[in-house]
């Protein structure tokens, strides 16, 4: 990998070094959260109070931000993948000044509160993403960091003499995590990314107190974590005890030199510290104290016993001038920014066109060009449409799960590699496709850290059936409305010989559950260039009407085929713009129609077929391809009844899968033709004869039915 000059010195400047002002800081912080879930009934303590000095070191002399613009490109990022501990987190955002009172602390877990159970992106100022489901915080902060040393080489331009910060992509990603994240299989398959990407910009903290909820770590977890991250190629400070201060600081300063590895500090904790009769024991996870052992716990510090959520002035106007410090910092960072602008007035407009996610005005026309009509599978259109897009939209990046051979999805030509693939001698972080290996999990959480950074547009894909090994990658990006676009190929058992294995079958289905999270399944280039072209608009927010709709602010996934698909023909009256309208109809026979077929993807054009049979037999077939129910279901009720009537008219259902996401358009007598078997292995044709795929068995069903 090639070197490059990231800064190490300490970033930020100096906070207090009195002991007796630290000890009732950190205090505060504890008790903030004892009280806090001794208020709500439920939440965590033992980690707040085990981490309350080691995370206030770190927020006070290391972590760049600004209280005032939580979302300040060039901050330092910071995840708490230990998402349970939020209370460690809510304390020091209200000591520090964020938008976040004490009357939100005090509405900890309650509806609404900007103090949810779990941190919460975009709930809270000043939280970097939504973390809880273990591991996770982990595996988006690896993809936040390869944002930020993508961002740093091909936006970052040239540093401005004594301001190497000032620019983007400099910044540092820290994070805490818990036993419970290690333990889990996504934080495995991120590390082992990171450190194949030497991610030397991540810097992560193990809050290493040998307990979860069960017991000790040893009656389940056994193996060395410093060697199994430096077997990851990680830089490993093996270890520092949780209260010393200097020792971390030291630590961490460390991790900043590093800069071709990450670094993993084993923090040695002691879960609930301070709690007499709780530390140290699995006990003090979660859950209040109670009455008696908060009040032992306070007299053993010291700490006030009438009133709760306690914040002393001493440690309220040290928290406020430190948070004036650190704005001030920020606006002294602005006029060393504005300096690198200057001097980098290339870096800095391209930099400008990522960050306002700035697009082309004929960006739809440009993707849409020559696929009308064009007969191709799925997953080549958009093979075709990214490569586009690699020149129209250059901020965006992705790649495969080590399937890129399969267009699932593609390396795009003339885009380099990112990581060791890159070559050597080649900068690892001037390309654009990622190879994610076959770590689908983490792939989808990557994905995600890279969009929620906010430079990249991040896009990443594999075979349909694969998508249940990322499921709650994929839900916790729409959870977060993050702008991740999920490309899947081979998306029915028309991907032949592989077999049930590989057929998707319920997978559709089980995603178009997902709230937020907008699903396509094409039928052919133009819909498959025009569900790109939704993503991106609705990333930057230039989608209006039912189209621009809170959907349209989330991830987008694509289903797309392996085999190859004709191009459709449509009535003069279609627009592009109808496929955002979730349905439209093919084709119309010119009296009524006694029938109405609704199909997805490549059911389409079987669909087209099989009413050309019934037409044939004198039952006159009205056609529609739905390549996107939830965008369907977002129109109004009329809207609606024009494409799928409500008037009695019969509705059959097609789609290679369950399809049981039609089956609410077809009513309860209704017919769906799809699969209810996991498929078998045999090339496509034969399973098309054998499971009904084909326009006469198709037609033979349809009028029995009506
Ligand atoms: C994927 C996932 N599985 C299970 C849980 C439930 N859970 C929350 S915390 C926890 C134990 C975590 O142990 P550790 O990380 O060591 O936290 P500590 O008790 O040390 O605070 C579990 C099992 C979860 N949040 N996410
Ligand atoms: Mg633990």
């Given at each position: 990998m090639s070197a490059q000059a990231i800064p190490s010195s300490s970033p930020t400047s100096v906070g207090t070094d009195d002991p007796v002002l630290l000890e009732r800081i950190e205090n505060t912080i504890r008790f903030l959260a004892v009280d806090a879930v001794e208020r709500a009934g439920i939440g965590h303590v033992g980690a707040p109070m085990a981490l309350a000095a080691a995370a206030f070191e770190l927020w006070d002399n290391h972590l760049r931000f600004d209280p005032q613009d939580p979302s300040w490109p060039l901050r330092d990022r910071f995840v708490l993948?230990?998402?349970?501990?939020s209370m460690l987190q809510y304390s020091l955002l209200h000591l520090f000044g964020f938008d976040l009172g004490l009357e939100d602390i005090a509405q900890f877990r309650q509806l609404g509160s900007r103090t949810p159970g779990h941190p919460e992106y975009a709930d809270t100022a000043g939280v970097e993403l939504t973390t809880g489901p273990l591991g996770q915080g982990i595996a988006h902060a690896v993809g936040m960091a390869l944002a930020g040393r993508m961002t740093a080489s091909q936006f970052g331009g040239d540093a401005v003499e004594g301001a190497d910060r000032d620019r983007p992509g400099q910044h540092f990603v820290y994070g805490i995590v818990g036993d419970g994240c290690l333990m889990e299989g996504v934080s495995s398959e991120a590390a082992s990314f990171a450190g194949s990407h030497s991610l030397g910009n991540l810097i992560f903290i193990y809050?290493?107190?040998?307990?979860t909820i069960d017991g000790g770590t040893e009656i389940t977890f056994s193996e060395s974590v410093p060697k199994r991250f430096e077997a990851y190629g990680w830089h490993v400070v093996d270890s520092v005890e949780g209260q010393d201060r200097a020792g971390f600081a030291k630590a961490l300063e460390a991790g900043r030199q590093e800069t071709h590895r990450p670094t993993l500090i084993i923090l040695k904790t002691l879960i609930g510290r301070g709690a007499p009769n709780f530390e140290g024991r699995n006990k003090a996870h979660g859950g209040p104290l109670g009455a008696d052992e908060t009040k032992l716990a306070k007299q053993g510090l010291g700490w006030p016993t009438e009133g709760d959520l306690i914040v002393p002035d001493e440690v309220r106007e040290y928290g406020a001038a430190r948070a004036a410090a650190k704005h001030a910092e920020r606006v002294a960072s602005d006029v060393q920014f504005e300096a690198w602008r200057a001097a980098n007035a290339d870096s800095a407009a391209r930099w400008d066109t990522a960050r306002t996610r700035s697009m082309p005005a004929d960006l739809v026309a440009k993707l849409v060009e020559g696929l009308d009509g064009t007969k191709n599978a799925t997953r080549k259109h958009s093979a075709t449409v990214l490569e586009r897009l690699a020149e129209l939209v250059p901020y965006m990046a992705g790649g495969s799960a080590d399937l890129a051979g399969s267009a699932a999805p593609p390396i795009i030509k003339d885009v380099g590699i990112v990581g060791p693939g890159a070559g050597a001698g080649v900068d690892p972080f001037a390309g654009r496709n990622i190879h994610f290996g076959v770590r689908e999990h983490a792939m989808g959480a990557i994905a995600n850290g890279i969009a929620l950074d906010g430079t990249f547009l991040a896009y990443c894909g594999t075979f349909l059936i694969f998508s249940d090994y990322m499921r709650p990658s994929i839900r916790l990006a729409a959870l977060q409305k993050a702008k991740t676009l999920f490309i899947f190929t081979h998306d029915s058992i028309f991907l032949g010989e592989d077999g049930p294995t590989h057929q998707p079958i319920e997978q559709i289905d089980s995603l178009r559950v997902i709230p937020g999270l907008t699903v396509f399944r094409p039928a052919d280039g133009v819909e498959t260039a025009m569900a790109y072209a939704y993503y991106l608009l609705g990333a930057a927010g230039s989608l209006s009407g039912a189209e621009g709709s809170s959907q349209s602010a989330g991830p987008v996934l694509l289903s797309l085929t392996r085999q190859g698909l004709p191009g459709l023909e449509r009535p003069a009256s279609f627009e592009w713009t109808d496929v955002w309208k979730g349905a439209y109809i093919v084709s119309d026979p010119a009296e009524k129609a006694g029938v109405v077929l609704l199909a997805t993807g490549s059911e389409v054009s079987l669909a087209v077929e099989a009413a050309a049979a019934l037409a044939h037999d004198g039952l006159q077939a009205r056609v529609v391809s739905m390549p996107s129910v939830e965008l369907f279901l977002e129109q109004s009720d009329a809207d609606q009844d024009a494409i799928v009537p409500d008037d009695g008219t019969p509705i059959v259902a097609i789609e290679a899968g369950r399809g049981e996401t039609l089956r609410r358009f077809v009513g309860r007598r209704g017919l769906v033709i799809g699969m209810e078997s996991f498929g078998a292995s045999a090339p496509y044709e034969a399973l098309a004869e054998h499971f009904g795929f084909t326009a006469s068995q198709v037609a033979k069903r349809v009028k029995a039915h009506v």
């Open positions: 993948s230990n998402g349970h501990a809050d290493d107190n040998s307990i």
